[in-house]
């Protein structure tokens, strides 16, 4: 299964190597026409059901707004699960009434909430929250699960642990069960800069000594070309107004941080070899 997305990479457009292996999600590896491309004219998109697992309210939008506002205008049913109430920046009714906000400009369902702790998501006991995102994803029944990568986008420590979290749900389900995921990835060395200023502000929640090849390091299976949802993906951003501290939509986190992020959107498709640990 793995092996035909590879095979795929370089000679599919993007859109359709997201959803071709997307639709392949809970089907046997013994089928042999899952290797053969969708028929012309076909969008596999229309059934799929994506979900996002993210740590706060924000998440869904510098790093994946594009992708569900596209997947959603395809007739994919999307929505975001948000783990945290988002408290630890702010006022958390705010915080959900921009997140809800920011899903239906998208076009994307109501959004779920979890009350883990924001901050403390790497103190979370392993077992019980393994089990509750188990229980996520047994009852939403996704085809892709979309999350963060391997250096948290900016190496939040709450997202470093939905990162680990959520490959670990994901390869404990059962093959017919198993969704694919997706993390998104960044150019390379994109966030260092935006580490560097939350250091340098004591922000805790970052790790101490990231270089710039930590950030973007893995590289991008699928780059979806979101030019064409970059209007909307800021008007979810500007949905977020308690994080915005007065800033345009467009320099939301840093000034100039966003301007790439309008333009792509970058796809790792995590496999067995990627393991659970990074
Ligand atoms: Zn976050």
Redesign the pocket.
């Known amino acids: 299964m793995v092996g035909v997305c590879q095979h795929w990479r370089q000679t599919t457009p993007p859109y359709a190597k997201l959803w071709h292996c997307a639709a392949m999600a809970n089907h046997t590896t013994t089928d042999q026409t899952l290797g053969a491309a969708p028929p012309v004219g076909r969008d596999p998109t229309t059934s799929l059901r994506l979900l996002a697992v993210i740590?706060?309210p924000?998440?869904e939008t510098y790093a994946m707004a594009g992708t569900l506002a596209a997947a959603a205008q395809r007739g994919a049913r999307c929505q975001v699960c948000c783990v945290t109430r988002g408290e630890g920046g702010g006022d958390p009714n705010v915080r959900l009434g921009e997140l809800e906000r920011a899903c239906a400009l998208l076009g994307v369902a109501p959004p779920l909430v979890l009350d883990w702790p924001d901050g403390g998501l790497a103190e979370l006991p392993v077992e019980p929250a393994l089990a509750r995102l188990r229980a996520l994803l047994q009852q939403a029944r996704p085809d892709v699960v979309l999350g963060l990568g391997a250096d948290g986008a900016y190496g939040?420590s709450?997202?470093l642990a939905l990162h680990r979290l959520l490959r670990l749900t994901v390869f404990g389900l059962e093959p017919v069960d198993r969704p694919q995921l997706f993390e998104a990835v960044f150019p390379p060395g994109h966030f260092h800069r935006f580490w560097r200023a939350l250091r340098r502000a004591g922000f805790k929640s970052v790790p101490k000594g990231w270089g710039p090849e930590r950030f973007g390091a893995v590289t991008a299976d699928v780059v979806l070309p979101i030019a064409g949802f970059a209007e909307l993906k800021l008007a979810a951003i500007a949905a977020h107004v308690s994080q915005l501290n007065g800033r345009a939509p467009a320099d939301f986190l840093m000034p100039g941080l966003m301007q790439p992020l309008l333009e792509e959107e970058r796809w790792h498709h995590v496999t067995w070899a990627d393991g659970v640990s990074s």
Request: hydrophobic share 0%; no cysteine.
């Open positions: 740590p706060h924000d998440d939040h709450d997202h």
